[in-house]
């Protein structure tokens, strides 16, 4: 039976156009938090909300499959009420993350999405444009916003792998972005992705903002993205290894470096590695501490508090965007 198709405006989602020129202008970054279930979810309209900060609810491929596509549309609509239900309206899109080709952006645009991304990155530059422009051909007529990549980012995140990063060339920018039509780019200046971005025991390499420069004065007043940013904050890799984790050398790019790219160009920083960093450290310890607990709301529930907790301070400190509603 073939999908009906929904409209995101329908449910309540808005595109990134607006939110990316206000970040712009405000020298923040709008928080792109992946969510695979509901904790997740309601932990990030929970601190949006709290903390008066847009947000873009992010969804891997991975993460469709893992919710059912179906119920995530519903999950998506429950996001709006639940947020319009808190009191404090905020601007939300529904973003598709890494997208690997056509018709899985198709079909989230077919299935309300107000944002998606194609990453043709690890395709040659003529193919990746020839993707894009394509994805961009059909997007665009429902007023659904693209994210185009160059570059290869470093790490694994689930069908997302590369062994070494290779930098975005600033000189291929401007061809990329007239070609394609594209409405932001994703970066790669040094950010990774997963949880062991760096070696361990070796100074952090702070990010190339020389390059970000240089794209800058390429693209002017262009939404750029910076994908792999989670901070991998220490005090959550300690407290998984303490209760029986094994998660030695897991180490992140530095919040002041955040902080400094959210007021460029830079306006919109992803984060998921550290939400399934702090749910699964909190969980742990709840079962190394009472290992009779079998009820999933009793470590469930702590965890997505914990997530509240980080991600309200994440968008107060690193990027800028608590109170920008």
Do not use: W
Not at 45 to 69: D, E, M
């Amino acid at each position: 039976m073939a999908e009906e198709k929904v409209s995101y405006k329908d449910l309540g989602f808005v595109n990134t156009r607006e939110m990316f020129k206000k970040a712009m202008e405000g020298g923040y970054a709008i928080p792109a938090y992946n969510f695979n279930n509901m904790e997740q979810l309601q932990a990030i309209i929970t601190a949006c909300s709290q903390s008066r900060s847009p947000v873009i609810l992010q969804v891997s491929k991975g993460a469709r499959s893992y919710a059912n596509q179906v119920l995530l549309t519903y999950m998506a609509m429950g996001a709006v009420k639940l947020m319009k239900s808190l009191g404090s309206p905020i601007p939300m899109a529904l973003h598709l993350d890494h997208g690997d080709s056509f018709e899985l952006a198709k079909s989230c645009i077919d299935s309300g999405f107000s944002s998606v991304m194609i990453d043709g990155s690890h395709l040659s530059f003529d193919e990746n444009v020839a993707l894009t422009k394509k994805v961009v051909g059909y997007a665009h007529p429902f007023d659904v916003t693209v994210e185009g990549e160059l570059g290869v980012l470093a790490g694994i995140e689930e069908h997302v792998q590369s062994e070494k990063s290779h930098y975005t060339k600033p000189e291929e920018v401007e061809e990329f972005v007239s070609r394609t039509g594209v409405d932001s780019l994703a970066i790669s200046i040094g950010t990774s992705h997963g949880a062991y971005k760096f070696k361990p025991g070796q100074p952090v390499p702070p990010l190339r903002f020389d390059i970000l420069e240089e794209i800058e004065k390429k693209l002017p007043g262009f939404p750029i993205v910076l994908h792999g940013a989670s901070s991998v904050l220490q005090e959550y890799v300690d407290m998984v290894n303490s209760y029986g984790g094994k998660m030695q050398g897991a180490v992140g790019v530095p919040e002041e470096q955040l902080r400094k790219a959210a007021k460029s160009a830079v306006c919109k920083i992803n984060i998921d590695s550290d939400g399934r960093l702090v749910m699964t450290a909190v969980i742990r310890k709840i079962f190394s501490e009472k290992p009779n607990e079998f009820d999933p709301r009793k470590y469930l529930g702590p965890a997505r508090d914990e997530l509240i907790k980080m991600m309200v301070r994440k968008n107060k400190d690193v990027l800028g965007s608590a109170g920008r509603v």
